[in-house]
């Protein structure tokens, strides 16, 4: 099993920056591609963005890029989301998550954090 914790949410205006962490435990980290989704009340879960293993592919959805980054340091275990240029439309509880392949659709993933709260004022 791969136990994942996020940290880093808060409330921002727009505009701002924050940049969310994903710690993992468990098993070893760089056979797995790293994924963030998010989702805001009573709508669907969606995907922000992942990286490989060896963080030689990522993928963004279009409504966040050139904005977000991914990355992450395998040495510390730890995958990160940096965000920028915030706006309302981006708050939502953000999820890291674990798979043994990447994908870009949540349901493929196997592992899950508890989740981080992201609040864009206007």
């Known amino acids: 099993q791969v136990q994942l914790v996020e940290s880093g949410g808060g409330l921002v205006q727009a505009g701002g920056s924050l940049r969310l962490s994903c710690a993992a435990s468990?098993?070893?980290?760089?056979?797995?591609?790293m994924g963030w989704f998010r989702q805001a009340p009573g709508k669907e879960r969606e995907f922000v963005a992942t990286?490989?293993?060896?963080?030689?592919?990522?993928f963004y959805a279009d409504s966040v890029k050139g904005r977000f980054t991914i990355s992450r340091d395998n040495a510390k275990n730890t995958a990160y989301l940096q965000m920028n240029s915030l706006k309302p439309e981006d708050t939502a509880v953000y999820y890291c998550?674990?798979?043994?392949?990447?994908?870009?659709?949540?349901?493929?993933?196997?592992?899950w954090g508890q989740g981080t709260q992201v609040t864009v004022s206007s």
């Open positions: 998550a674990a798979s043994p392949r990447i994908y870009r659709m949540p349901s493929n993933y196997d592992y």
């Open positions: 468990g098993r070893t980290f760089s056979d797995y591609a």
């Open positions: 990286v490989s293993g060896l963080g030689r592919t990522t």
